[in-house]
Every structure is written in structure tokens, then in C-alpha cells.
């Protein structure tokens, strides 16, 4: 891809936490002979660990070590990358690429891995003909400096913000595929709401709960907090006219919304059947422990006004109710700022703060 080369693809990983530094090893070890990987971090501790061992992989396939390098900067003549991979977090993303945007390829693409709605803002800096987004429908963690724990198995869906084809997504599809199965979508914007219902949910209750989605999901309570939380954002979604995609081939976001009837009563073959679904998502992802959470507990702001924020604003503009959206956002930004302490008691207190919920 690097124009008038025979060279490797060079790859920027911007941030090496959990997913970031997953993708990094990941191409290193099954890609290593055509790709260049750099990691780029902020965190010095992290750096010195892949400097002095490498990156250190656990999980499904067993523990192993991938040599690589990791850097806290880039030097001023640092050659071009074909790929800068965008694996911070969501309210890092905008530095992040103006940081690196000097060093893009003329022909090379910012690919965002973000929860939320990253591209359009990562757009502005770098050009929309420029940024990709990966819809990343696997969960992982860094659980020390360096050390990495895939929690979950699955992919990516790929597509340019704008719809349009590309003869580099077949390329970046290539290059992901040794991490999961990857799909293209023309239909980026749908993909990606979808997947921010469905992390509206998991991502945020998972902060408020404190505890693995599998744990949590065992609670009726939880759930119906869940299907309320996405019922919201798929509202939103749809007065924005965005078609909804399911999550990972399979998961039907537009399904999983609450009729106004199923809202109305306690039990239902409809309520049932979604109950049902939130319980195999748990089970599934049962490992799975909140992302933001991790942050918060690094001293990081929460991400959760990408998520469950934009939802309110959206809706606010739009003139459509998101309570449940609202009120998780504020109770997220408590724990953060030391108000509040993750817990069922914290979810129990969601479900109070919104009148026609109570925990049961």
C-alpha cells in the first residue's frame, strides 16, 4: 500500500490497552513478515513492559509472548504509516489524531475501533476520505502493563463513513483478518448505532454494576434496565433515519427495542423472548468486564457521554425522552467523580431514578 515501495505495510496502533494492544500483537504474530507494527502509548509503564518482554497474550488460545515495540512518541522523521489503527479511548480520539495525522500516508487511512460516533469527529481532522470505521464485536483487557486478556472471540465490520466502496477496505480487511472475521458494510452508520445501543447497555450497566456482564445479566432487573437503555437509543437512531444493522450478523437490534405494549406489562412472549436474548449476550460475553470502568478506576474520564450521552443530546434535539439514557450517564460521571460506588445498589438506584422501573 506505501506508494513506490515493495516494502511492509507500516501499521500505527495508537493506544496499547485492551483492544489496542490485542490488534498490535495479534498483527505481529500472524502478520509479522508483511506488516510494520508500531504501538504508540501515553503510558510509560506500558511501553517499558513491551520494550522489555513483549507483548503478552492469554486467553482461548493460551499464554504466549510476541515480541514488539512500543513508543511514547513518534520522532519528527518518523516515515509515513499506510494504517494508523485508532484504538483509544473515545474522549482521547480527537487528540490522538491530531497528533498522528502528520504522520498518515497520502494514500493511508485512519481506522476507528471507538464505541460511539467517532468517524464524523476524526473525519474533520484527518478527511473523510482518509478515516474507516471497525465496528469491533470482540472484548478484551490489558490487566497489567503489557499483559493482555482476550475475553470474548469474534470480529470486525469495516466500512468508510460515506457508504462508498473502496479498494482499501479489502486491504484493511486483510490485514484484520487474522485478528476475526471481517465483514464490509455500506452501511457504516447502522452497524455502528447498533452497536452503540447495545453498549449503551452492557458497557454502562457493567460500570454502574461493577461486576462481569454474565453476573449482572442473571438479574431480571438488569436486563429490562438493558432493553429500556436500547429501546431509547434505537428511538433515536430511527428519527435520525439510520437503518439498523445487526450486531455481528446476528444480534437484531431493532427486534431487541420494547414495543409500547411490552412496556406497558410485567411478562409477555415478547418480553420473554428479549430477556432471553440479554441472557445469551451475558452468557456469551460473561467474562466481559466494562471497559469504562477500567478507565475510571485508571483515573480516566468516562466515555460514557459518547455513548449514553450522545444519546440524550440526540434526543433532546430531536424532542424524544431518554431517561434511562440520562440518568445512567450522570450516575456514571458520579462514580467517576467519587459520588457514588459501582454496585447492584448503584443499578438498583437507576431503576428508582426512572419512575416506572423498579428493581425486582
Known sequence: MHEGTESKQRVLV??????????????LEHSGELVDVTGLTRNRAVTHAIQERGFVLRGVDGLRTVRGRAVNELAPDTAPFDWIIL??????????ARNVVPFLAPRGAMVCLQNGLCEDRVAAIAGPERVFGAVVAWGGSMVEPGVYDRTAAGGFTIGRIDGKND??????AMLFEPIGPVSTTSNLAGARWSKLAINCAISTLGTLGGKPLGSLMLHRFVRRLGLEIITEAVAVARAEKVRLEKVAGTLDIDWIALSEAERQVNGSPGLVAKHGMLLAVGARYRRLRSSMLAAIERGQPPAVDFLN???????????ISTPFNREACNMVHAIAAGKMKSGIAALEELARRVPDLEPR
Do not use: F, N, W, Y
Not at 14 to 27: R, T
Not at 87 to 96: K, L, N, R
Not at 167 to 172: A, I, Q
Open 309 to 319: 450521552g450522545e444519546v440524550a443530546v440526540r434526543g433532546h434535539k430531536l424532542g
Open 87 to 96: 484504538s483509544t479511548q473515545p474522549t482521547q480520539v480527537e487528540d490522538a
Open 14 to 27: 495508537v493506544g496499547c490497552g485492551g483492544l489496542g494492544g490485542i490488534v498490535a500483537a495479534s498483527l
Open 167 to 172: 479498494d482499501r477496505l479489502m486491504k484493511l
